[in-house]
């Protein structure tokens, strides 16, 4: 019984992690240009925004958002994403904290 009670609870945490990184979210890709004016966050790791940086661009990444919430509570803003887990898992996120994501630009072909 016991071993039936540690399958379930395995699957149902991969059920979870799958849903919050890959089941993919309703936002719109836009270009930067549609971004001019707008907040945008951006959500890839250090490295990938040192090496192509974006402009204007408020850079958060994913692991940091908890703690700098406060600085966009309640706007709609876009966010900046490398790939397809990072914009699903950001917006998620972003939306437990009260902030609205309008859109994603992205910053790598694949996503």
Same mark, same amino acid.
């Given at each position: 019984?016991?071993?039936?009670?540690?399958?379930?609870?395995?699957?149902?945490?991969?059920?979870?992690? &799958? @849903?919050?990184?890959?089941?993919?979210?309703?936002?719109?890709?836009?270009?930067?240009?549609? $971004? /001019?004016?707008?907040? =945008?966050?951006?959500?890839?790791?250090?490295?990938?925004?040192?090496?192509?940086?974006?402009?204007?661009?408020?850079?958060?990444?994913? &692991? @940091?958002?908890?703690?700098?919430?406060?600085?966009?509570?309640?706007?709609?803003?876009?966010? $900046? /994403?490398?790939?397809? =887990?990072?914009?699903?898992?950001?917006?998620?996120?972003?939306?437990?904290?009260?902030?609205?994501?309008?859109?994603?630009?992205?910053?790598?072909?694949?996503?």
């Amino acid at each position: 019984m016991a071993g039936i009670i540690m399958i379930a609870a395995v699957l149902v945490a991969a059920v979870l992690i &799958g @849903y919050k990184r890959y089941w993919p979210v309703n936002t719109k890709r836009i270009s930067i240009d549609e $971004a /001019a004016g707008h907040p =945008v966050i951006d959500v890839r790791d250090w490295q990938e925004a040192n090496r192509l940086p974006l402009a204007g661009a408020e850079h958060i990444p994913c &692991g @940091y958002i908890p703690r700098n919430a406060g600085k966009f509570g309640g706007q709609e803003v876009y966010i $900046a /994403a490398a790939s397809a =887990v990072e914009r699903n898992f950001s917006v998620r996120l972003l939306k437990k904290y009260n902030i609205h994501v309008k859109g994603f630009i992205c910053m790598n072909e694949s996503a």
